[in-house]
């Protein structure tokens, strides 16, 4: 089994930044690819980036291009999620997720454990 644990969100003004983070432990070595999903009020979740553990590849949404930054400590079992120029439309419950699949992509049903989230709140 794995276990995740995200951490880092908080209230910040639009414009600002925040990093989260996802401590895996457990069985990591059983899984490929780490991603991070949000989940934003009345709205169901979505994907928000991935990267892969050995090689660090990593995919984004079109939300998350060109202001989040995913990255990852190999050694330490640890994900990030940079996040910049943050926005209103940001504000979501973030969930860290690991995925025993090579190539999850950005379904949800590929990633088999989860986080129990974080709150990031974005104010205008």
């Known amino acids: 089994q794995v276990q995740l644990v995200e951490s880092g969100g908080g209230l910040v003004q639009a414009g600002g930044s925040l990093r989260l983070s996802c401590a895996a432990s457990g069985r990591t070595v059983s899984t490929y690819t780490m991603g991070w999903f949000r989940q934003a009020p009345g709205k169901e979740r979505e994907f928000v980036a991935r990267?892969?553990?050995?090689?660090?590849?990593?995919g984004y949404s079109d939300s998350a291009k060109g202001r989040f930054t995913v990255s990852r400590d190999y050694a330490k079992d640890m994900v990030y999620l940079q996040m910049n120029s943050l926005q209103p439309e940001d504000t979501a419950v973030y969930f860290c997720?690991?995925?025993?699949?090579?190539?999850?992509?950005?379904?949800?049903?590929?990633?088999?454990?989860w986080g129990q989230g974080t709150q990031v709140t974005v104010s205008s």
């Open positions: 997720a690991a995925s025993v699949v090579e190539y999850p992509g950005y379904l949800e049903s590929n990633y088999a454990h």
């Open positions: 990267i892969t553990w050995r090689d660090g590849r990593t």
